[in-house]
């Protein structure tokens, strides 16, 4: 498997040593003497990459550039790497979503397994997560009065029932319901139901409804 691995280790002499073994496996490789550094490069999710983080980086830890990640929306995959193993950090960062967490020295073997692996699933959930954005991005692109055909379109409601509802005539829903299923990239209603479950719009209506 190719792809970017991003090393962050405050060590120069266990940087080299990893990354030569890395490229020698075929992969290209970013290194980072700080949690700062990433930061101020953030990798680019749009290809398979990983990062590999040391616990005990000066200034910004390890668990705690983990959590700035996050914060940051990013679902690259991080692999734990230290010379000091202890149960409780362990559990912390692999409930916050790491990968793995492998205790210095780790074989050229155990390290190119954890890294195939963490870029594996993160390949396997990538696809969902850009197939979601790309309805958000559909969604944000209605206007107002379509949103609001929208809504009333997948709760079930005529057009004739939507035109009453929202004071205008019908055929200026069936225009905007047109629009809708246009900007959705759909062709049916029940392609348009399905997506306003998955993005959530069914459930917030719903909740809307028995407030109301």
Known sequence: MS????????????????????KKAGYEVAAYSSAQQLLDHLPDERSPACILLDV?????????L????????????IIFLTGYADVRTTVATIKAGAEDFLTKPVSSEQ??????????????????KAKLDALRAHLARLTPRE??????????????RIA????????????????????????????????AER??????LSGERDRG
Request: charged share 30%.
């Open 3 to 22: 792809g970017t691995i991003h090393i962050v280790d405050d060590d120069p002499s266990f940087r080299t040593a990893v990354e030569r073994r890395l």
């Open 111 to 128: 390290l190119l397994r954890a890294i195939e692996q963490a870029m594996a699933h993160h390949e396997t959930s990538r696809g969902p």
């Open 147 to 160: 949103m609001q055909v929208f809504e009333l379109v997948v709760q079930g409601k005529i057009n004739k």
């Open 66 to 77: 983990q959590k700035r990640l996050a914060e940051l929306g990013s679902t690259l995959p």
């Open 56 to 64: 005990r980086i000066p200034d910004l830890s390890g668990p705690e």
């Open 164 to 195: 009453a509802e929202l004071g205008a005539t019908e055929r200026t829903i069936k225009a905007h319901r047109h629009r809708v299923m246009e900007k959705m990239g759909v062709q049916s209603l029940a392609e348009l139901v399905s997506i």
């Open 199 to 204: 993005l959530g719009v069914l459930r917030r």
